[in-house]
């Protein structure tokens, strides 16, 4: 019995040889026995869900997953929410390490390679037990970390997109002699100005034609390159890898100040160029990992650094008090994080499975050029868990666990570089941050159980967590262009707690599968961009407050395996969300998602070939925050098919996927750009094909 249960530990470990789930549905034990593993509500998808699903974005290819959004900011820049939290409410891990930009940005993506993702876990509500601070919300967890097994294999895949006409080409080479093996992989793409269902917008109260209904300057491109080697034993393994995320992209340019009414920049002379304004991030990472295991017990660790470059490039126009800037860096940020993870676990009994841990993450932040958003910061946190897993039978088991952490940081005082009138009119400097040097103390913990009477497995899980206050949100003093307001941080703010209570109600039959996923969680202290009515700089007000907040919710799936090769399934999730005190109380939150559903028809043909119909509708969204505006309902129509063909030692694989077929005009509430009456992409067509040997 202590064997089997080491060889389990050991599969969820490496996470090399796991069969990893593409889009059908899982039914039997198999399925059972997945759900067993933890109360939390998880969902785990493999390379071949993001490929048939894609659309664009990481984060857009993931939306179909009830409970999670992507809140987009033009075609090619995305950020993943889980159950409407998202930014620095969800920890993104890439192989077990947290994924550390600028994430506090809302014009920005994940500086991620979606091409290089094995498999893909998303773990909604609080993993501040394994994480710390940043997942109070959930996690998303990517890996990239699957062994090769022959001396040498390889992917190819070329890629495109219809509505902004990208293209691209992404290789894997590995191979495996023995103990050591390698891994390569190069990832390039580019594409052009998207179009939208609309010949014109309006930005305070100006109205701005589009050229053929194209969004101006949204183009851009990405280059991506990463390199692993490592060795392996049957006790031991040890791989390191660097990777690099380069990308450029324009800023529509209307939304970057109504002053480039008056550029001499020819925006609409072609869809490709990339004008000012544009932004730039470069996102490297050195990263090791080893694993050791032996009788009864597992060790990881893990040490990282990542250097996040990220600029904003714009016309040198005056804006108030601000005179003419000598050049076009608006902002640079420099942010530098040094990370390191100790982990094990140990097999007290044939019942309880003890797992502990220690980490430490530094940051180091520097900002540069003439346009002041964040101040320079540094941030040390440290953390330490406790978690037992006690296994009653084979129906039933209990998990709990504690987490202390401590955070502190130091944020540097900024003064501008030009004289704004004080109260009595005397040109003065005016300081827009002041120096701030802030300790974070937390206890966390969780306790759940999960059981499987029969074809049921009900799992429950109640918990604590936490998150530290960013530096943003203490000392952001500045305009944020891109989503069109202006921010204010405050210094006292507390850290965010959180009280949540989570449950799963799954039923697995042979022909039918349901899942029900409540969650309810209280936050006494939910740190948020309140909307005022004031403008600063012609730009709407936003400060940085706190309130409590309660929220509730659920996501729903159910699965009917009418044929074997015919399958229909209809998904869903709401989310409600009230704010209990503060000058917005009865209020929800800004952004907050509406009610959304979605009906599936999935037809598979012999030899690894489906085609899906799909339809996605979201509700009216009404539950606003003053001045906020409600956003009405919309449905889209979708299609994809794919098919892989065996050409003796080479498998080709061709998918296809027609998004808003209609090519309705619709808003999605969590856009920025919504607020300026810019509506989602039309009539889209994604063609990927791919060549594995």
Same mark, same amino acid.
Request: some cysteine.
């Given at each position: 019995?202590?064997?089997?249960?080491?060889?389990?530990?050991?599969?969820?470990?490496?996470?090399?040889?796991?069969? /990893? %789930? =593409?889009?059908? !549905?899982? &039914?039997?034990?198999? #399925?059972?026995? @997945?759900?067993?593993?933890?109360?939390? +509500?998880?969902?785990?998808?493999?390379?071949?869900?993001?490929?048939?699903?894609?659309?664009?974005?990481?984060?857009?290819?993931?939306?179909?997953?009830?409970?999670?959004?992507?809140?987009?900011?033009?075609?090619?820049?995305?950020?993943?929410?889980?159950?409407?939290?998202?930014?620095?409410?969800?920890?993104?891990?890439?192989?077990?390490?947290?994924?550390?930009?600028?994430?506090?940005?809302?014009?920005?993506?994940?500086?991620?390679?979606?091409?290089?993702?094995?498999?893909?876990?998303?773990?909604?509500?609080?993993?501040?037990?394994?994480?710390?601070?940043?997942?109070?919300?959930? /996690? %998303? =967890?990517?890996? !990239?970390? &699957?062994?090769?097994? #022959?001396?040498? @294999?390889?992917?190819?895949?070329?890629? +495109?997109?219809?509505?902004?006409?990208?293209?691209?080409?992404?290789?894997?080479?590995?191979?495996?002699?023995?103990?050591?093996?390698?891994?390569?992989?190069?990832?390039?793409?580019?594409?052009?100005?998207?179009?939208?269902?609309?010949?014109?917008?309006?930005?305070?109260?100006?109205?701005?034609?589009?050229?053929?209904?194209?969004?101006?300057?949204?183009?851009?491109?990405?280059?991506?390159?990463?390199?692993?080697?490592?060795?392996?034993?049957?006790?031991?393994?040890?791989?390191?890898?660097?990777?690099?995320?380069?990308?450029?992209?324009?800023?529509?340019?209307?939304?970057?100040?109504?002053?480039?009414?008056?550029?001499?920049?020819?925006?609409?002379?072609?869809?490709?160029?990339?004008?000012?304004?544009?932004?730039?991030?470069?996102?490297?990472?050195?990263?090791?990992?080893?694993?050791?295991?032996?009788?009864?017990?597992?060790?990881?660790?893990?040490?990282?650094?990542?250097?996040?470059?990220?600029?904003?490039?714009?016309?040198?126009?005056?804006?108030?008090?601000?005179?003419?800037?000598?050049?076009?860096?608006?902002?640079?940020?420099?942010?530098?994080?040094?990370?390191?993870?100790?982990?094990?676990?140990?097999?007290?009994?044939?019942?309880?499975?003890?797992?502990?841990?220690?980490?430490?993450?530094?940051?180091?932040?520097?900002?540069?050029?003439?346009?002041?958003?964040?101040?320079?910061?540094?941030?040390?946190?440290?953390?330490?868990?406790?978690?037992?897993?006690?296994?009653?039978?084979?129906?039933?088991?209990?998990?709990?666990?504690?987490?202390?952490?401590?955070?502190?940081?130091?944020?540097?005082?900024?003064?501008?570089?030009?004289?704004?009138?004080?109260?009595?009119?005397?040109?003065?400097?005016?300081?827009?941050?002041?120096?701030?040097?802030?300790?974070?103390?937390?206890?966390?913990?969780?306790?759940?159980?999960?059981?499987?009477?029969?074809?049921?497995?009900?799992?429950?899980?109640?918990?604590?967590?936490?998150?530290?206050?960013?530096?943003?949100?203490?000392?952001?003093?500045?305009?944020?262009?891109?989503?069109?307001?202006?921010?204010?941080?405050?210094?006292?703010?507390?850290?965010?707690?959180?009280?949540?209570?989570?449950?799963?109600?799954?039923?697995?039959?042979?022909?039918?599968?349901?899942?029900?996923?409540?969650?309810?969680?209280?936050?006494?202290?939910?740190?948020?961009?309140?909307?005022?009515?004031?403008?600063?700089?012609?730009?709407?007000?936003?400060?940085?407050?706190?309130?409590?907040?309660?929220?509730?919710?659920?996501?729903?799936?159910?699965?009917?395996?009418?044929?074997?090769?015919?399958?229909?399934?209809?998904?869903?999730?709401?989310?409600?969300?009230?704010?209990?005190?503060?000058?917005?109380?009865?209020?929800?939150?800004?952004?907050?998602?509406?009610?959304?559903?979605?009906?599936?028809?999935?037809?598979?043909?012999?030899?690894?070939?489906?085609?899906?119909?799909?339809?996605?509708?979201?509700?009216?969204?009404?539950?606003?925050?003053?001045?906020?505006?409600?956003?009405?309902?919309?449905?889209?129509?979708?299609?994809?098919?794919?098919?892989?063909?065996?050409?003796?030692?080479?498998?080709?694989?061709?998918?296809?996927?027609?998004?808003?077929?209609?090519?309705?005009?619709?808003?999605?509430?969590?856009?920025?750009?919504?607020?300026?009456?810019?509506?989602?992409?039309?009539?889209?067509?994604?063609?990927?094909?791919?060549?594995?040997?």
């Amino acid at each position: 019995m202590i064997a089997s249960i080491l060889a389990a530990v050991m599969l969820l470990q490496l996470q090399d040889t796991v069969q /990893v %789930l =593409g889009p059908a !549905t899982i &039914y039997g034990e198999s #399925k059972r026995q @997945e759900l067993m593993h933890l109360s939390l +509500g998880s969902v785990e998808v493999g390379r071949n869900y993001i490929e048939n699903n894609f659309s664009g974005t990481l984060a857009q290819s993931l939306s179909s997953i009830p409970g999670v959004q992507a809140r987009a900011i033009g075609s090619g820049q995305s950020k993943p929410a889980i159950r409407g939290l998202g930014f620095n409410r969800i920890a993104v891990a890439v192989d077990g390490i947290k994924h550390e930009g600028q994430q506090w940005g809302d014009d920005h993506g994940l500086e991620i390679d979606q091409f290089a993702v094995d498999r893909v876990e998303v773990v909604k509500g609080p993993g501040a037990l394994m994480y710390g601070s940043d997942a109070i919300g959930g /996690v %998303l =967890g990517i890996y !990239t970390n &699957y062994l090769p097994i #022959k001396a040498f @294999e390889g992917r190819v895949k070329l890629f +495109g997109r219809s509505n902004n006409l990208s293209g691209g080409l992404s290789a894997r080479l590995q191979g495996r002699r023995e103990h050591f093996y390698w891994k390569l992989h190069l990832t390039g793409s580019d594409y052009a100005d998207y179009k939208v269902p609309t010949d014109e917008i309006e930005y305070y109260s100006y109205r701005i034609p589009l050229k053929d209904g194209t969004l101006r300057n949204t183009a851009g491109l990405e280059r991506d390159a990463s390199l692993t080697l490592g060795y392996v034993s049957p006790s031991f393994r040890n791989d390191f890898k660097v990777s690099e995320t380069w990308s450029k992209s324009g800023f529509f340019a209307n939304a970057h100040g109504l002053e480039v009414r008056l550029s001499e920049i020819d925006y609409d002379a072609s869809r490709r160029d990339i004008d000012l304004p544009w932004q730039s991030v470069s996102h490297l990472t050195l990263h090791n990992h080893s694993h050791l295991h032996g009788e009864g017990f597992t060790l990881d660790g893990d040490v990282a650094w990542q250097l996040n470059h990220r600029q904003e490039r714009s016309e040198p126009v005056s804006h108030g008090y601000m005179p003419t800037p000598p050049d076009d860096l608006e902002r640079d940020f420099r942010k530098h994080t040094l990370t390191g993870k100790l982990g094990g676990k140990i097999i007290l009994s044939e019942k309880n499975l003890l797992q502990t841990g220690l980490d430490a993450e530094f940051q180091h932040n520097r900002r540069g050029g003439w346009g002041f958003i964040i101040p320079d910061f540094e941030t040390l946190s440290t953390g330490l868990y406790l978690t037992d897993r006690h296994t009653v039978s084979e129906k039933l088991n209990f998990n709990a666990g504690l987490r202390y952490d401590h955070v502190y940081t130091d944020i540097h005082g900024y003064t501008d570089w030009f004289t704004t009138p004080d109260e009595d009119g005397t040109p003065a400097y005016k300081q827009r941050s002041g120096d701030i040097s802030r300790h974070f103390d937390s206890f966390t913990w969780s306790a759940g159980l999960a059981w499987s009477p029969g074809r049921w497995v009900l799992k429950a899980n109640l918990g604590k967590s936490f998150r530290v206050p960013i530096p943003k949100e203490l000392g952001a003093d500045g305009v944020n262009y891109h989503i069109f307001r202006y921010e204010k941080g405050s210094a006292e703010l507390k850290p965010e707690q959180s009280y949540q209570a989570d449950a799963s109600i799954n039923w697995i039959g042979k022909k039918l599968s349901f899942r029900l996923d409540p969650y309810l969680n209280l936050f006494p202290n939910y740190i948020y961009l309140n909307p005022g009515s004031n403008y600063y700089e012609g730009l709407q007000m936003y400060n940085y407050t706190q309130a409590e907040v309660f929220r509730s919710g659920f996501e729903a799936q159910l699965t009917w395996k009418v044929l074997s090769c015919l399958e229909l399934e209809a998904k869903g999730e709401y989310l409600y969300a009230r704010q209990l005190s503060g000058a917005k109380k009865g209020y929800g939150l800004p952004f907050s998602p509406p009610w959304k559903a979605g009906f599936d028809a999935r037809y598979t043909f012999p030899g690894d070939g489906f085609v899906l119909m799909d339809v996605r509708i979201a509700g009216r969204q009404d539950e606003i925050v003053p001045p906020e505006k409600p956003t009405e309902g919309w449905y889209t129509l979708n299609f994809s098919a794919g098919k892989s063909f065996s050409l003796g030692p080479v498998v080709l694989k061709a998918a296809v996927q027609l998004e808003n077929l209609l090519n309705r005009r619709y808003y999605d509430h969590t856009s920025y750009y919504r607020l300026i009456g810019v509506p989602e992409p039309g009539r889209n067509a994604s063609l990927m094909l791919g060549l594995e040997f």
